[in-house]
C-alpha cells in the first residue's frame, strides 16, 4: 500500500508516493527507480542489435523487463515470457504466441494470424473457448507440434516480421530453459541453439523488425560453455545490470523510512551499505522494511545497532533463507565433482575470515579438497582446475577479488548465512 507523502526521486523515474516494500514479487513498473539510465540504455543497444541480461538472482532482471514492457519505446511492441520450466522448442512457440495474443489481441487477429492456417484457424475457434482457450487450443492445431517445432518457428517469424510493427520478444529464465532442453535431448538444445542463431542473424538485425532480449540468473555463457555450445549465442550482446549504488541505497533508505516519518540516525543508512555488500536489492528490502517494522514496534529512533539486529534476524528469517538457499543448491545441481566439494570447501573457508581470502590460500585448500577426495591429478591440471573454479564462482556471483588476490563474498548477507549454516 502507498502512503500518500509526496517524495521526490532522484533517479529520473517519477514516483508520486512512497512506494511500498518489495520483498519477493518483481518491482511493479511504476514503482520502479534507480534503473532509468539502464533502461535508455537497453533501449539504446536494442536499435542494432539483440541482447542478453544477465545478473545476479534477486537484483531486478525482471523488474527492469517488466518496465521495458509497460513502456515500450521506439514504436516496439513487446511480448514477455518466463520459459524457466518450458523442455521442448514447441512449448516455447505456444507459450510465446500466446503471450502475444494476450498483449496484442486485435494485432495477433488482423495482421499475425494473416494467411497463417495454424493461427487463424484457432482465432475462428477461440471466441467459444474462453479465456485461457487460447493456448490449448494452439496445441491442439498441430499433433505433431513437436516434430514440426522449426517449421512453425519460422512461420511465426515470418509472419511477425510482414506483420510490420518492431517487437521485442522478452525471455526471461532463458538459460533455465536450455539446461531443461539440455537434460531431455541435447541434439535438440543444438539444433534450438542453431535455429535461433540464424533467426537472429537472417535477416541481420539492423535489417530486422524482430528484437530479443533474453535474460536470467544463471550465466548463460557459463551454461553453454560446459555443454561445448557458446559459439551459438556469441552474437548476442552482452549486457548486464548495473549494481546499485552507494547512492541509491542511501536515497533508498532515505526515502523508504523518511517517507514514513520514521525518525534514524544519520549514520544508519552508511551501516546498511556496509552489512550488505554487494548490494542485492532483494536484502536491500527486506532490511529497510525490518527497519520500519522494529520503529512501529517501539516507536524510538533507529539507529546503527538496529541495522544490526535486524541483519542478523534477517539471516535466520525464512524470507531470505529461500534465496539463500537457492546459492546453495546451485553448486550442488550445476557444479559436478570434484568442483562441487572444493566450491563448498572455498566458500566454507572464504565465509569464516573477516575480509576474504588470498588466491594462495584458497589454492592450497584446493589441493587439500582433491587429497580429501582422493583425487591424484598433476599440479598443471589442480592449478587449472582451481582457476576454472574461481572464474565459474566469479561468474556465478560468489565472490569477488576485493584487492591485489584476495577473494571474498559478493554478498555480505550471503557470507553470513554461508557461515552459519554452511561453514
Ligand atoms: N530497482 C529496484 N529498487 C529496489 N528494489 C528492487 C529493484 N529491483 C529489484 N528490487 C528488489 O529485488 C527483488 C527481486 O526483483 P526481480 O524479481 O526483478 O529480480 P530478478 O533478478 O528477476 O530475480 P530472480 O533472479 O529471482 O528472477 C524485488 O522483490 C525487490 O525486493
Ligand atoms: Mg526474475
Not at 530453459?177 to 540464424?198: Q, S, V
Not at 562441487?340 to 575480509?355: D, F, K, T
Amino acid at each position: 500500500m502507498s502512503t500518500t507523502i509526496l517524495i521526490y526521486n532522484q533517479n529520473d523515474m517519477k514516483i508520486g508516493s512512497t512506494p511500498e516494500f518489495y520483498t519477493g514479487a518483481p518491482v511493479d513498473p511504476v514503482d520502479l527507480r534507480f534503473r532509468g539510465a539502464f533502461v535508455a540504455n537497453l533501449w539504446r543497444t536494442l536499435r542494432s542489435g539483440h541482447v542478453v541480461l544477465a545478473a545476479p538472482r534477486r537484483t531486478g532482471k525482471t523488474s527492469v523487463m517488466d518496465y521495458l514492457r509497460d513502456h515500450p519505446e521506439n514504436g516496439f511492441r513487446v511480448v514477455s515470457i518466463n520459459v524457466q520450466d518450458l523442455t521442448h522448442p514447441a512449448d516455447f512457440f505456444q507459450v510465446l504466441l500466446d503471450a502475444f495474443h494476450d498483449a496484442h489481441p486485435e494485432f495477433v487477429r488482423d495482421r499475425l494470424a494473416e494467411g497463417w492456417g495454424l493461427v487463424s484457424g484457432v482465432l475462428d475457434r477461440v471466441e467459444s473457448i474462453g479465456a485461457g482457450g487460447f493456448k490449448l487450443a494452439i496445441r491442439g492445431s498441430d499433433p505433431d507440434w513437436r516434430t514440426n517445432w522449426r517449421r512453425h518457428g519460422d512461420t511465426f517469424l515470418a509472419q511477425a516480421r510482414n506483420a510490420g510493427d518492431p517487437i521485442l520478444f522478452i525471455i526471461d529464465e532463458f538459460p533455465d530453459m536450455l539446461i531443461n532442453l539440455a537434460r531431455e535431448d541435447k541434439g535438440l538444445l543444438r539444433e534450438f541453439l542453431a535455429w535461433f542463431r540464424t533467426q537472429r542473424q537472417n535477416p541481420a538485425p539492423t535489417r530486422d523488425s524482430i528484437r530479443w532480449l533474453v535474460g536470467g540468473s544463471v550465466n548463460l555463457a557459463g551454461t553453454l560453455d560446459a555443454l561445448g555450445l557458446v559459439d551459438l549465442i556469441n552474437d548476442l550482446e552482452d549486457v548486464s545490470l548495473p549494481p546499485l549504488t552507494e547512492e541509491h541505497i542511501e536515497t533508498f533508505v532515505a526515502d523508504m523510512l523518511g517517507g514514513r516519518s520514521v525518525p534514524f540516525d544519520a549514520d544508519v543508512p552508511r551501516r546498511l551499505i556496509a552489512r550488505l555488500g554487494r548490494p542485492i536489492p532483494f536484502f536491500m528490502q527486506i532490511a529497510t522494511r525490518d527497519l520500519y517494522r522494529r520503529w512501529k514496534r517501539g516507536q524510538r529512533r533507529i539507529a546503527a545497532t538496529d541495522v544490526d539486529a535486524v541483519f542478523n534476524e534477517m539471516i535466520v528469517g525464512s524470507a531470505a533463507r529461500t534465496q539463500l538457499q537457492h546459492y546453495y543448491s546451485r553448486i550442488r545441481q550445476y557444479y559436478a565433482e570434484p568442483k562441487r566439494s572444493i566450491a563448498h570447501a572455498l566458500l566454507g573457508q572464504i565465509s569464516v575470515s573477516e575480509s576474504g581470502l588470498r588466491r594462495e590460500t584458497l589454492l592450497h585448500e584446493t589441493e587439500r579438497a582433491l587429497a580429501d577426495l582422493c583425487a591424484t591429478l598433476p599440479a598443471h591440471q589442480r592449478r587449472q582446475l582451481f582457476n576454472q573454479l574461481m572464474f565459474d564462482l566469479e561468474n556465478d556471483f560468489y565472490i569477488v577479488e576485493v584487492e591485489g588476490g584476495t577473494c571474498d563474498f559478493a554478498s555480505g548477507v550471503l557470507k553470513s548465512w554461508w557461515r552459519k549454516y554452511h561453514a
